[in-house]
């Protein structure tokens, strides 16, 4: 028994270090830099450390305005921690979600085991989990969904232990309060862990009568909940965050809803609530499409269905397999029963926004399946093992296969992640954001006044709206002396600090310009007309084209 | 199969029949109102007006003799639409009823054939409940209200299913289905003959192996034979690729390959493990991904498709709420519950659509209208396991959501704005008016091709017999009679001594022609979602 216990924790501690090492390897390399959301996060964490207040001099604040996405506070609250470790460094900002997806290993280790009671089982997943695309692609970016994915798990652990075993009430208040804690963390738990905790009322009520764990534990969630809900009323900023994401934001929407208009009003408002219902329900389903899910949805490359889903293609047959087993086993009716409920409920966040995929809003949805393909595996394996008439030889050929299988795939992931998303998107990492910031900063003492033009695309025109940020931090620019500075132009879109002037540039005006450097991408400047003798410097994206020009004026 | 005849059966209680023939009578009903919905595309009012020609004038729309391969904008057509498309116009004279009537019966019959099919697995009220099923089928209800080769398809493959599976099969008349299933559409040429043998393997129990394989073969050369016939035709390969195999001449898959392949080669990766990861298999992958995303459970029960040239934009191919019963369905099936036969039924997901897989990027979720028929009994199967209080619910949910979308068709005729242009019937008529004493001219960007538009709406007479074409393949008309279409590479100038010319112009030719001179605009035509978007000028213009 000493024995199997030993074991079963030295794989585990072998898994979750795999797991680790890739969340953690390289983690300042890759994602080769620090996009927007990055970027702000980490200068405001270091605002926050030093003074008390975000860059705009808010203190303390609840929802951080950003560059006016108003993202919920406590990933740069956390992220300070961090920042008394490693100091401002880019790698600061990546590591609480690093540190909490690989701590999502173990978490998941403890919801199979405690929903199936089979440690094997509950290895595999955390094996699974520590090799997941998605997992790996979204502990590798501050993304503050990551911190509420570990405490759901681990709180579903805790209260499926609780109401299984002997256990103190205590696990199962921890539970409940790590559960109801990652409803604070980011706004897609916040919609998918009350249908969560209400199914997982309605399935093991019996249990939980039996334990006198119903009422007062209830109350209790709701007096831990109050806070939030307080905020959510209160807080205007954490409203507009909701609001700016929420499928009704979706313009095909907008078309629908225009078309069924009618001179009746009552009519008209019945139309668009069927409508609403309508689309809603689509853009559910649509979160199951295979091709999303096993082959294009993690979005690491502009060739189609050349890409790579939240879960490998090898996982396909085993999900079906997962799903299979699930429904053949005769007992374990009610864990399975919350499983698929689990599936069915924590994809609603991602399914109501105004995009068509939301994937870092899904990411419970994505382990989830990935814990049902590593049942499809384990049935699998073990049906390959039971199997009498399958050889020796054959048994062994059928595992080396299924392994090669499993490490082409992830040899697949890895040339993907690390070699290709670069060269294909560098765009979405606002790639040579970094390059331009420094540049800036070493020309600082030539020019009177700088001049950046945020505007810029491979392909198409977007604008880079965190650029004050980038020039703010890669300068090492005093945040107390940032809050000071910081203020809105009369330009468009311009932003004011230091002899920094981030905006719009207008050529035919801006042209006359004197001592003067601007730094703008042919989107805002006809460059093939400009003096080669002006142009100092030229930024490359990632697969060498041209992003921006450095004009000396 | 006792009860799948028990409809002609007299011995049989007089109240099953006349629930199979109420339900008949809704589907019917259904299928036929409102009659002129939903208006027609460019390629049906093609087929349209052809089923006119060929019964008036022995000829199609470019006055070929009884042709057998016809033009569409897509690709070849098959003869069979054509020619039951013309059977209603000999009845009914060139009337959106004559057109629409073969549709609507063949739809109907259809309903039918699921009951028999049912009957041979269920109960009779669990095979009503199939035929119930089938009969609220948005995409089975609007393929039956409009010339196209699906339906028939569907009808012909529920007949051959019978034929297969008869204690004796009738192999003139299977081998006449077959033929009529060939002579329908290319896609045919793909399913037959996997159709054919796994009705046979799974669902015929009287016939040895060797008969059955007999059958197979037969069917396989009687299916090659048509192949090497279409494949004497010029462009016939031009078509398979274009339209069938584009997965294959796709180049954006190769292009992918490479470029990522070339990407790791320059950033230090072996050649060797860039062609294992990179190579022809993405092929494979591509084509499997494609074919599962268009039979994903959102084609089924959300958004059976985008653009609502087959169903409701905002339906699946079902009611929403059957999602219910069906993966009840799948879980019995899984469980071992029920017929065995039953559950083979899910094997035609497989075999009726797994050519999509070749047919990348093109979006075909269209032809999961074939599995249709099946998964209405699976479907009904699906309610064995609920209760009855949740059974009635589901049935009467799922009336009242195709109710509401069939009762407030406004909605579905501004989503389908530009694919089934309702508003262009004026247009062309004016236009034809005009046409009887002066020039007429139309831009070729009012719609997707205007020209059978005025063919069906306007013209009473035979055209194109000029046209020399024996196999025309994607041809687009530029002039019937007096008319012309302008293309984007047309001028205009002042007729100045010219004969005059009234031009109802797009937006695109109103630009230009305001370029050259500015004149004023006799009427505006708009759109379903009341947009401006023809303009009739004064006969001042002409079209150089």
């Known amino acids: 028994m000493r024995k199997v216990v030993s074991k079963k924790i030295i794989l585990l501690v072998l898994i979750i270090i795999l797991g680790g090492f890739l969340r953690f390897f390289k983690l300042d390399k890759f994602p080769v830099q620090l996009n927007h959301d990055e970027m702000s996060q980490l200068y405001e964490v270091i605002s926050i450390a030093q003074t008390g207040k975000d860059v705009y001099g808010n203190y303390l604040p609840v929802a951080f305005p950003l560059f006016g996405v108003y993202a919920p506070g406590h990933y740069i609250y956390l992220t300070t921690i961090a920042y008394q470790f490693f100091g401002g460094e880019e ?206 949805g993690l979005d690491f490359t502009n060739q ?87 050889k020796t030889n054959i048994r062994y050929l059928l595992f080396g296969l299924i392994t090669l299988t499993m490490i082409l795939n992830f040899i697949y992931l890895t040339h993907l992640y690390t070699v290709n998303y670069p060269y294909e998107k560098s765009q979405s990492m606002h790639y040579p954001f970094r390059d331009v910031a420094l540049y800036a900063w070493s020309q600082y003492d030539n020019f009177p006044t700088i001049i950046f033009d945020p505007q810029f695309g491979d392909v198409a025109p977007e604008i880079g709206v965190a650029a004050h940020y980038y020039i703010a931090y890669y300068g090492g620019y005093d945040p107390k002396k940032f809050q000071e500075d910081y203020r809105i132009g009369n330009k468009p879109r311009e932003v004011l600090f230091d002899k920094f002037s981030i905006r719009q540039v207008y050529w035919p005006e801006d042209k006359d310009l004197k001592n003067t450097l601007v730094i703008a991408s042919p989107w805002s400047v006809p460059i093939n007309e400009i003096d080669r003798d002006l142009i100092i410097k030229r930024f490359d994206f990632y697969n060498g084209s041209p992003a921006f020009y450095a004009i000396k004026l | 199969m006792g009860l799948a005849y028990s409809l002609i059966n007299p011995k049989m209680k007089l109240n099953n029949n006349w629930l199979v023939i109420l339900l008949l009578i809704v589907a019917f009903l259904v299928r036929l109102f409102p009659l002129n919905f939903p208006a027609f595309t460019s390629d049906e009012a093609r087929i349209a007006f052809r089923g006119y020609t060929l019964i008036r004038f022995g000829t199609d729309e470019l006055g070929r003799k009884y042709p057998l391969i016809f033009n569409s904008l897509d690709d070849y057509q098959l003869p069979l ?100 299933l060939l002579s329908l559409s290319k896609f045919s040429w793909f399913i037959i003959v996997p159709y054919v043998a796994f009705t046979l393997f799974f669902y015929q129990d009287n016939l040895t192996k060797s008969k059955k394989l007999a059958i197979v073969a037969f069917f396989l050369l009687l299916n090659f034979l048509i192949i090497f016939l279409f494949l004497r035709i010029p462009q016939s390969v031009r078509s398979f690729s274009e339209n069938n195999f584009l997965l294959f001449s796709d180049i954006s898959i190769k292009n992918g390959i490479d470029k990522l392949r070339g990407q790791g080669i320059q950033s230090g990766w072996s050649v060797f493990l860039e062609k294992i990861l990179f190579n022809k298999s993405h092929f494979l992958f591509v084509g499997f991904l494609h074919w599962l995303s268009n039979i994903q459970p959102a084609v089924f029960f959300a958004q059976f498709d985008k653009n609502g040239q087959f169903g409701f934009v905002s339906m699946g191919a079902w009611s929403k709420i059957l999602i219910i019963p069906f993966l009840a369905a ?215």
């Open chain 1, 304 to 390: 189609g269905y050349i890409d790579i889903g939240p879960l490998y293609f090898f996982q396909i047959p085993l999900f079906l397999l997962g799903m299979i087993f699930l429904i053949k086993l005769s007992n374990f009716s009610k864990e399975k029963k919350f499983l698929i409920s689990l599936i069915l409920l924590s994809i609603i966040a991602g399914s109501l926004t105004f995009e068509e995929h939301s994937p870092h809003r899904s990411v419970m949805t994505f382990t989830l399946l990935t814990i049902v393909s590593s049942i499809g595996s384990y049935w699998l394996f073990s049906s390959i093992i039971q199997t009498k008439f399958i």
């Open chain 2, 330 to 544: 799948l879980i019995n099936i899984i469980k071992k519950n029920g017929n065995r036969k039953l559950k083979f039924l899910l094997g035609y997901f497989i075999i009726l659509t797994y050519p999509v897989f070749f047919a990348y990027p093109k979006n075909l979720s269209n032809v999961t209208i074939l599995i249709l028929p099946f998964m209405a009994i699976l479907i009904a199967w699906g309610f064995f396991s609920l209760k009855n209080w949740v059974s009635k619910l589901i049935i009467l949910l799922m009336i009242l959501e195709v109710v509401i979308n069939l009762s407030y068709l406004n909605t579905q005729i501004k989503n389908t704005n530009d694919l089934r242009p309702l508003w262009i019937k004026e247009i062309v008529l004016d236009g034809f008016k005009a046409s009887e004493k002066n020039k007429v001219a139309f831009s070729d960007d009012i719609t997707s091709d205007i020209v059978p538009f005025l063919q069906w709406y306007a013209l009473h007479t035979s055209t194109g017999s000029s046209f020399n074409l024996t196999f025309p393949y994607k041809f687009r008309q530029t002039q019937i009679s007096d008319i012309k279409i302008i293309g984007s590479e047309e001028n205009f100038y002042n007729c100045g001594l010219d004969r005059p010319t009234y031009i109802f112009a797009s937006k695109r030719d109103l630009k230009k022609i305001h370029k050259a001179e500015k004149i004023n605009v006799n009427k505006v035509y708009e759109d379903s979602l009341r947009s401006e978007v023809v303009y009739l000028l004064p006969p001042i213009i002409c079209v150089k």
């Open chain 1, 91 to 296: 790698i600061t900002i990546r590591i609480p979600a690093a540190l909490m997806g690989t701590l999502t290993i173990f978490s998941c280790y403890l919801f199979v085991l405690a929903l199936f009671n089979n440690w094997k089982l509950a290895l595999l997943a955390s094996l699974f989990v520590a090799l997941s695309p998605s997992e790996i692609f979204f502990s590798r970016k501050s993304f503050e969904y990551m911190i509420g994915h570990f405490f759901i798990f681990f709180g579903l652990a805790l209260l499926l232990n609780y109401i299984k075993k002997k256990r103190s009430v205590w696990i199962g208040i921890t539970g409940l309060v790590s559960i109801i804690l990652a409803t604070y963390t980011y706004t897609a738990h916040t919609a998918t862990v009350p249908p969560i905790l209400f199914s997982f009322l309605i399935i093991f009520r019996k249990e939980l009568i039996k334990k006198k764990f119903y009422i007062w534990p209830f109350l209790f969630g709701i007096i831990v909940t109050l806070p939030l809900i307080f905020l959510i009323f209160t807080n205007s900023d954490l409203r507009f965050r909701a609001n700016t994401i929420f499928i009704s934001k979706d313009p095909q929407l907008g078309v629908l809803l225009n078309n069924a208009k009618m001179e009746n009003s009552l009519l008209t408002a019945f139309l668009s609530t069927k409508i609403y219902i309508d689309y809603a329900f689509n853009r559910y389903l649509h979160q199951f499409d295979p091709t999303y899910l096993f082959g294009e």
């Open chain 2, 81 to 180: 639409t054509s020619y039951i498309t013309s059977i209603g116009v000999a009845f009914f004279g060139k009337t959106d009823l004559g057109v629409r009537l073969p549709f609507i019966l063949i739809g109907t019959l259809t309903i039918w054939l699921v009951y028999v099919i049912s009957s041979l697995f269920f109960s009779h009220k669990f095979s009503l409940l199939s035929m119930l099923i089938a009969s609220f089928s948005p995409p089975l209800i609007f393929l039956s209200k409009f010339p196209n080769d699906l339906i028939i398809l569907v009808f012909l493959l529920l007949i051959l299913f019978l034929n297969l599976t008869k204690k004796y099969v009738n192999l003139l008349i299977t081998s006449i289905t077959v033929v009529l």
